[in-house]
């Protein structure tokens, strides 16, 4: 994100971030538009320099609006959802369905006749049952990928490895659950099969993983002579959240990725498939920055300091799920000492952490703010009214404009739905 201080106070985009909060208040996630665009394009080259027939589909779990669906539009994009809610929000926001795919490890009925009277362009089937599911409730033919599971450890946090065999989505090519589906999609009436879809896992680092998953997919392909038009490698592409943590290194990666593509293909005499890939935390989380405002400080002598903030767990929940780290900043330089403190959340829980010991300014006060970065993906989307908090508001931040995106929630509307 383009964050800098301009006279000591934190701008994006060189607007100030006082000035846009004066507008908007607190909690507020605010995003760097300009990195949004800047990064959809930067895939869309590195692709295109690799010479591949290849479309990219933003994962709409990361952070999905009518705005942000609306710019991916501009963008090139297609998209991958895995709710109706997603697809709704996609088509009301004018999405052609003919380039959204639907995922998900337990589709509904529901979800099924809606995506197919929607004209939804692909879905992925992740469980053999789906096949019959489908097949039932489609009265025309539907493009599907078959989810797989290469079987491939990947080092990350253990919420978020999918690709392993012992996993709740997709199917083995070891144990023959994804053979049986293969067979069971070319038996249907209406399932057309044209691929394969895997995800390894998410904030991955380098593109070992992702060489190995193609090791052992084009081997079963091979063995099996299962012919594949399109291949769907998924996302993961890690970020940047603190100092120590590793950017996926795009341009080399997908170079030596694609360089281990062509020689199998070559090598197992299979055509070039058409590449998909399925970025979502790397075009949205660092684009993001979370701004509160500072509430209770409480010093416990020898022990303590913690700096209690006006949201937490509500808008900030991957910390308190799984230990995630953040790097937060004071909106206003000071040039005050830094000490380590604890930034905490105002909820009813001890682990509404936002982080542990974090270097913050000794003279923080109530009424201070504070920018906690790389919140992009994952926190709106999975924002919720724990306590009855209202869900914050959104903007978009170019070098022109602040503009609403999401507008904060009001207190009628956490009841709008209860019965009186």
């Known amino acids: 994100m383009t964050l800098e201080y301009i006279n000591n106070e934190l701008s994006v985009n060189g607007h100030g971030i006082n000035s846009i909060v004066k507008e908007y208040g607190t909690p507020l996630f605010v995003y760097d538009e300009n990195m949004i665009r800047s990064q959809c394009r930067r895939y869309h080259r590195v692709l295109k320099e690799e010479e591949l027939d290849y479309s990219i589909s933003y994962a709409s779990k990361a952070f999905t609006s009518v705005q942000m669906v609306k710019l991916l539009r501009e963008e090139n994009m297609k998209l991958d959802v895995v709710s109706q809610g997603e697809l709704y929000t996609a088509l009301k926001a004018g999405f052609d369905a003919a380039d959204i795919h639907f995922h998900g490890n337990n589709k509904t009925t529901e979800e099924v006749e809606y995506a197919l009277a929607s004209g939804i362009g692909l879905i992925v089937v992740d469980a053999l049952d789906e096949v019959e599911l489908i097949d039932s409730i489609a009265t025309e033919n539907i493009d599907v990928l078959l989810r797989i599971n290469p079987g491939v450890d990947v080092d990350t946090h253990e919420f978020i490895q999918t690709g392993q065999e012992d996993s709740k989505f997709g199917l083995s090519i070891h144990n023959g659950s994804a053979l049986e589906a293969v067979n069971a999609i070319r038996e249907s009436r209406h399932l057309n099969f044209r691929g394969i879809h895997y995800h390894l896992g998410s904030q991955l680092s380098a ?38 943590d590793t950017r996926f290194p795009i341009e080399e990666a997908f170079k030596n990725i694609t360089e281990r593509l062509r020689n199998l293909s070559e090598t197992h005499n299979m055509p070039l498939p058409h590449v998909m890939i399925e970025p979502g935390r790397s075009i949205a989380a660092e684009a993001g920055t979370t701004i509160y405002e500072v509430g209770v400080i409480k010093e416990i002598p020898g022990l303590s300091k913690y700096v209690s903030i006006n949201g937490g767990m509500s808008d900030h929940l991957r910390t308190p799920l799984y230990g995630a780290e953040y790097a937060v900043v004071p909106v206003n330089k000071t040039g005050a000492e830094n000490i380590e403190t604890h930034v905490v959340g105002k909820l009813c829980e001890s682990g509404d952490i936002i982080g542990r010991q974090l270097n913050v300014p ?17 926190h709106y989307s999975m924002a919720s009214n724990y306590n009855q908090m209202t869900k914050p508001a959104v903007v978009f931040v170019n ?15 956490l009841i709008e739905n209860d019965v009186f």
């Open 399 to 413: 070098d022109e404009s602040v503009r609403t995106v999401i507008k904060r929630q009001s207190l009628d509307q």
């Open 207 to 244: 593109e070992s993983p992702f060489i190995n998953a193609l090791e052992a997919v084009y081997k079963w392909l091979s063995e099996y002579s299962i012919d594949i038009e399109v291949l769907n490698m998924g996302g993961g592409y890690g970020v940047k959240y603190i100092e120590s």
């Open 362 to 378: 000794y003279n923080l006060k109530r009424g201070d703010l504070l920018a906690v970065k790389t919140t992009g993906a994952y």
